[in-house]
């Protein structure tokens, strides 16, 4: 069948999670400009897990923010299955990270007060909608966390309370799932058990997975690696052991 445009605009919609075209990003202005993200082309498909990385410097930070809308690009289009967007209001780009992308940071995030249950839920009560029991009681079950839904951040591990970071993030089952060195904080034991649980979110439940991290063993764990240089896409790996990540990070790092 002959796709026109507009259906095949439909068929990428459908077929990515999301797709970033000719996307610049540039800070200052005059001599001070720094040109970020420099004119980066690149689509994630449903159901994949990606990591990005790349030297100090070189624009993961920037991709991921503009990725997830927390940050706008100077230029170019950004588009989130079948919404772009490049052009929206703050308002309207809060309501799209919250109904729409899930977002796992190195810090936790958690709120001290809060139990294990209230935290996960916070965004789905953050947009004044009614909790889902079942839901709730699957993501927990998801992350391995169902008897300690009752307990406050205080009282888990860093593994743990990571755990809850990334059912937070599956509460709305969200397009986009953004991951800002998600094992950083976390010794080395705590953070093969996240990673193996954001690889099985995307296995599993089908869920998009974006990574910025600076370590080789944890991209190991993704189906592609993503690697950025000055702003610019520099390459990519399909499947690769943990070895040959690091070699590519440290071409990277001599040119």
Not at 58 to 65: D, Y
Not at 90 to 101: A, F, G, K, N, Y
Not at 140 to 148: T, Y
Request: proline share 4%; charged share 25%; net charge neutral.
């Amino acid at each position: 069948m002959r796709l026109t445009s507009e259906n095949t605009a439909a068929h990428e919609a459908q077929a990515y999670a999301v797709r970033l075209e000719s996307v610049s990003k540039v800070y200052g202005s005059g001599k001070n400009q720094v040109r970020a993200l420099d004119d980066v082309t690149a689509g994630f498909r449903r159901g994949t897990f990606t990591a990005v990385m790349g030297p100090s410097g070189s624009g993961k930070s920037t991709f991921l923010n503009c990725t997830a809308g927390l940050d706008r690009p100077t230029s170019g289009r950004i588009m989130l299955g079948d919404v772009e967007l490049s052009g929206r209001s703050e308002t309207e780009l809060t309501e799209v990270r919250r109904d729409r992308i899930g977002f796992v940071f190195q810090a936790y995030n958690l709120l001290a007060a809060l139990t294990v249950a209230d935290n996960v839920t916070l965004p789905v009560r953050l947009a004044e909608q009614p909790v889902d029991p079942e839901r709730l009681s699957s993501v927990l079950a998801a992350v391995g966390l169902s008897e300690h839904r009752d307990r406050r951040p205080s009282q888990l591990s860093g593994g743990q309370q990571q755990r809850v970071a990334i059912a937070r993030a599956l509460v709305n089952q969200p397009d986009l799932v953004c991951a800002d060195e998600p094992t950083g904080a976390l010794d080395s034991h705590n953070g093969r058990k996240v990673l193996a649980l954001l690889r099985r979110i995307v296995d599993d439940l089908g869920q998009t997975v974006l990574m910025v991290t600076h370590d080789p063993v944890a991209a190991a764990q993704a189906d592609t690696v993503m690697f950025l240089a000055d702003g610019r896409l520099a390459g990519e790996l399909t499947r690769p052991a943990a070895e040959q990540i690091a070699e590519r990070m440290t071409q990277l790092g001599r040119s």
